[in-house]
């Protein structure tokens, strides 16, 4: 069965982008922006607590 499944699939980019960009949108709010920044840093292991630092004072 899978075997004839499709390999790809297309969607158009009118219909996705504006959710894409609302959601990354929402990710980056200044309201959401040390969560997400936190979780971006500890995803890096170690390293992250300084990225994390370091990506706060760009914000």
């Not at 790809?8 to 959710?19: S, W």
């Not at 990710?27 to 995803?43: M, Y």
């Amino acid at each position: 069965m899978l075997a004839d499944h499709p390999k790809t699939m297309n969607l158009r980019e009118d219909v996705v982008l504006p959710k894409v960009r609302r959601w990354i949108g929402g990710l980056f709010h200044r309201d959401n922006i040390d969560r997400t920044v936190g979780t971006l840093a500890g995803s890096q292991g170690d390293a992250g607590s300084d990225r994390h630092e370091s990506a706060k004072r760009v914000w």
